[in-house]
């Protein structure tokens, strides 16, 4: 089975610095990673996703996560806050190659304080 | 951009009573899902559905639930009769096809519906 634990559910920082999701995962085999942003009001959107190519990956709006393995983990950051920035991060998980179920964490909201 | 349309938005209803929840997933998609995330908690998988039968359900899709494609366009979640603990945002996502069954499933999620029940 495969999960993914999100430390943080609320993280506040201020606008211009960095923002850093935390990310964990748990998976007996390869996985692929996802981050997805959740806006007010609107369905969960995909900001970036890790399939074993780079482990650096770049998303939408400056985003960009990490795959590191040895950590098992998948933090998502951005080096200056945007107050547009502010909405429900979810890291996510699926087994490799096709159609797999894909398994979300709890989800971590974050605000910019201006 | 194409997009997953979730209606109600919002479902008010007595515990006890039959709910429909509908999606209209992108057109050309082929793989379709249903999430939930009760406050507070994680966003759960409930069910996925491929060509027209259920390919993958959960340990909560239980007797409760069903999932129908009545026509070519609407994929409805029905819970027969509510409890207290459905009560939740109902996420329903679909997917397109990969090229040779290959690559990362990326869903693209409808905004949801918050279902209450009482």
């Known amino acids: 089975a495969q999960s993914v634990t999100q430390l943080g559910s609320h993280v506040s920082v201020s606008e211009g610095a960095l923002v850093l999701l935390r990310c964990n995962y748990s998976s007996s085999v390869p996985p692929y990673l996802f981050w997805y942003v959740q806006y007010p009001n609107q369905g969960l959107q995909l900001l970036l996703k890790y399939t074993s190519a780079a482990t650096l990956v770049k998303g939408i709006n400056g985003f960009e996560a990490e795959f590191k393995k040895s950590e098992t983990s998948f933090h998502l950051t951005k080096p200056s806050a945007h107050m547009s920035d502010a909405a429900e991060y979810f890291c996510?998980?699926?087994?490799?190659?096709?159609?797999?179920?894909?398994?979300f964490g709890i989800g971590t909201k974050l605000q910019v304080i201006p | 951009e194409p997009e997953v349309t979730q209606t109600p938005s919002h479902q008010v209803t007595q515990m006890g009573q039959e709910v429909i929840l509908r999606c209209v997933p992108i057109s050309n998609h082929l793989y379709f899902y249903w999430y939930r995330q009760i406050l507070g908690q994680k966003v759960e998988f409930l069910v996925s559905?491929?060509?027209?039968?259920?390919?993958?359900k959960s340990e909560i899709f239980d007797d409760q639930f069903s999932v129908e494609r009545p026509d070519g366009s609407n994929f409805t979640l029905k819970i027969r009769s509510t409890k207290l603990e459905d009560s939740a945002m109902y996420f329903c996502?679909?997917?397109?096809?990969?090229?040779?069954?290959?690559?990362?499933?990326?869903?693209?999620f409808g905004a949801g519906s918050r279902l209450t029940v009482l």
């Open positions: 996510a998980v699926s087994r490799a190659g096709g159609y797999q179920k894909v398994t």
């Open positions: 559905f491929y060509n027209n039968e259920i390919s993958e």
């Open positions: 996502a679909s997917s397109e096809a990969l090229r040779g069954g290959f690559g990362a499933n990326v869903l693209t």
